[in-house]
């Protein structure tokens, strides 16, 4: 099994109005909110490395702290309990 088949859960905390509204125009794309969730953190990550993801690759040569806000890395937890 490749690491793209496996799941875990990433729990978010939103508003709202703001989850509504997003799952409305997900559904008018005919994608699931997961679905563009993934495409969008996979587009961020890409954005953050300057590189295609390749989950593989990825794993191996990430950095403990490369996918963690640079507060959190620095101590401020308190960032990454912020409603987006």
Sequence with gaps: MTLEERTARLTILIDPRKK??????????????????RRLIRRYIEERTGQPWVPEATAKAAPDDAARPSEVASGDRSASRRRV
């Design 20 to 37: 509504a509204f997003f799952e409305r125009l997900c559904a008018e794309e005919d994608a699931t909110p997961s679905q563009v969730v």
